[in-house]
């Protein structure tokens, strides 16, 4: 085992919080507010080449693994970014990770050096209203036009960034039924066209800066050279990125604890009461302790995870594992915090609050902890299937 | 265009520094960062050479233990080479030894147009290193530099003043010190970081530079620390009760601030 540290992570980290000190949370404040998306936080990171990090160099990006993109993405939710921050950047920096591995030429030659760039937004679009966790039961269908491309209809929800972004990953059914497994599943690289679809923000309870969208497809038109990988491998193709994902989510998810931490610490070392500062008191140190211990294990492991990925080995477990500690890690420390703060802690002006809703959040996308638990108990320990 | 930008790597201020009772010094054998205050001449430089449309930007830095992680933080904002003076004889040197090492490490170079340097490190605040340097060389020096020009062979400074800021007009080559002016730092960036890595960072010793054991280092130094002290805790501000008339309060605080 090695931990010496990466010079290259140190400096990736750094350079992230250089550029993301320029955003404080008064700005992340006023964006989630005002339901507007973050866009010179967005092109700042963009001109650092901070998007492209992990498309391949060929295209233009920077050719790194997961490790380093999640340090990427932990020190933007540090920051006190937190969803805010990573949301606006993450799918164009993650979401083509299909098209890079299964992805024709065409596709990548088109899309990938402008990802690299930061200049496409990329939405993605796979959950339904009755197909969350069951991805098999998706509705939303391709059927072809006879001019070799295909027309798309159905109904999407939680599609994030759909309003700002010019394309979406579409898992769409092509073959079969509902229900009947994920062989009829195909992944389109589709234009999001406001000609053929109708994109509608849902009120939501955090992460307002980037909204997200159900959006009606009504018979819109994608070119047969915009599949992604092969016909009836949708499901398959997209099942390849939910290890990494999970890894990013921890890593996002620890730094909105690290924000939340931060700020706990600063209030118990100034806020005095009864003639002593609070965090004197251990009923507001030994919680904030434990939330910081939490974070550090949680971190470890989805460590592990990125380095189990990018090295080629099977992750199912480490990833599953971080991820649902970080998810508690986060949501432990972000609510320590807001206890910390007492009444203030209610209000806006203090942050506390909007890293409690977005760590509450962690705990049931991108997918639920109850879901993590299943995957462990039967593909880890063995037990069998439960749903 | 050729520049050489003198740049210090410092212990993080964010972290608090401690003084060795021993030396007197402060510790410096943790890891080091690029001295903000130098950030503002690397991006002058910088800009300076992109604007002449040819030339480079060289690093000279005096650190302990061959620490570059400051270094490399200048070379990924975009500086082309570094020459990093580094030497356990060299504990203990004081400004006028380092200015002389600095002066030293200059003098290798050919075709230097320029040396910029900051006003004055922020960990040591003697402020005297940049106009030793340019005596050392023997060239014109100009310090409290917010803005430089560069047109021909000459350079025109806009020097900070306690009233507003001089023009100055100098000959090439000379040494620049420069505040935290008009120029707005650049961040490193992503591929600005990887590219830093391969950039060649040559390692001198006091002796490559021609100088012996009893020239640097505390055998070297014209000066002694005497006493170290910690600085005393801060005092408590003052509290004006406003009877109506106390904005000339905070008119006359302001004004002996000479801010107003």
């Known amino acids: ?387 | 265009m050729n520049v050489v930008v003198c740049v210090k790597q410092i212990p993080d201020p964010a972290d608090p520094g401690a003084l060795d009772p021993g030396t007197k010094t402060l510790k410096r054998d943790v890891k080091l960062i690029l001295d903000e205050s130098d950030t503002y001449g690397v991006e002058m430089a910088l800009q300076l050479v992109d604007k002449a449309g040819e030339g480079s930007v060289h690093l000279v830095s005096m650190a302990p233990n061959n620490e570059r992680s400051g270094l490399a933080t200048a070379l990924a904002m975009g500086a082309a080479s570094a020459t990093l003076i580094s030497d356990p004889a060299l504990l203990g040197s004081d400004a006028l030894t380092t200015a002389k090492l600095l002066a030293a490490a200059i003098g290798e170079r050919d075709g230097v147009d320029l040396v910029i340097s900051g006003s004055e490190s922020s960990d040591g605040y003697t402020g005297t290193v940049p106009t030793q340097i340019a005596a050392v060389l023997d060239l014109p020096s100009i310090t409290a530099a917010k803005a430089i020009t560069v047109d021909g062979g000459q350079v025109q400074i806009q020097r900070q003043t306690n009233a507003g800021y001089d023009d100055v007009t100098c000959s090439l080559p000379c040494v620049v010190s420069v505040t935290a002016g008009v120029v707005e730092p650049r961040y490193p960036s992503f591929k600005g970081i990887m590219a830093a890595k391969s950039k060649p960072v040559d390692e001198r010793t006091a002796a490559d530079l021609g100088f012996d054991a009893g020239q640097v280092g505390w055998a070297g130094a014209g000066q002694e620390i005497v006493d170290i002290a910690a600085a005393p805790a801060r005092s408590a501000g003052e509290v004006v009760e406003d009877d109506g008339e106390s904005y000339t309060k905070v008119i006359e605080f302001l004004e002996n601030l000479k801010v107003i």
């Open chain 1, 1 to 387: 085992m090695d931990f010496t540290p990466n010079p290259d992570h140190e400096a990736i980290a750094e350079a992230v919080d250089r550029v993301c000190a320029q955003y404080d949370d008064t700005y992340w404040m006023e964006k989630d507010d005002k339901h507007e998306f973050p866009w010179e936080f967005y092109k700042s990171m963009a001109e650092g080449g901070w998007l492209g990090i992990v498309i391949p160099e060929e295209y233009g990006g920077g050719g790194q693994g997961i490790t380093e993109g999640a340090i990427v993405l932990n020190r933007i939710a540090a920051s006190g970014a937190g969803m805010n921050g990573c949301t606006a950047l993450h799918l164009t920096m993650f979401g083509l990770n299909p098209v890079v591995k299964f992805g024709n030429d065409q596709l990548k030659d088109t899309f990938l050096p402008r990802a690299a760039a930061g200049d496409l937004h990329v939405a993605f679009g796979v959950t339904e209203p009755d197909a969350g966790t069951d991805t098999s039961r998706i509705t939303t269908r391709a059927v072809e036009d006879g001019m070799g491309g295909w027309i798309v209809s159905g109904r999407k929800i939680w599609t994030s960034k759909a309003l700002e972004s010019e394309v979406v990953l579409l898992l769409v059914r092509t073959d079969g039924e509902p229900g009947q497994g994920f062989g009829g599943l195909t992944l389109f690289l589709a234009d999001l066209n406001r000609d053929y679809c109708d994109i509608r923000p849902i009120p939501k309870v955090g992460r307002n800066a980037v909204a997200s969208c159900e959006v009606f497809y009504d018979e819109m038109p994608v070119d047969g050279w915009r599949m992604v990988g092969e016909r009836g491998k949708g499901f398959h193709h997209i099942l390849h990125g939910l290890n990494p994902e999970r890894i990013l989510l921890a890593n996002v998810a620890c730094g909105i604890g690290e924000a939340a931490i931060r700020r706990a610490v600063n209030y118990a070392n100034e806020r005095s009461v009864f003639g002593r500062l609070i965090g004197a008191n251990q009923a507001i140190s030994h919680p904030l302790a434990q939330a910081h211990m939490q974070l550090k294990a949680a971190m470890q492991m989805a460590a592990l995870a990125a380095w189990r990925y990018d090295n080629g080995l099977e992750c199912g477990e480490q990833a599953n594992t971080a991820k649902y500690l970080a998810a508690e890690a986060s949501y432990f420390a972000a609510d320590q915090a807001l206890q910390t703060h007492g009444g203030l802690g209610y209000a806006s002006e203090y942050h506390v609050e909007r890293y409690w809703r977005e760590a509450r959040l962690q705990r049931i996308a991108p997918v639920s902890q109850e879901m993590t638990c299943n995957f462990i108990a039967q593909n880890v320990l063995g037990l069998p299937r439960s749903y």
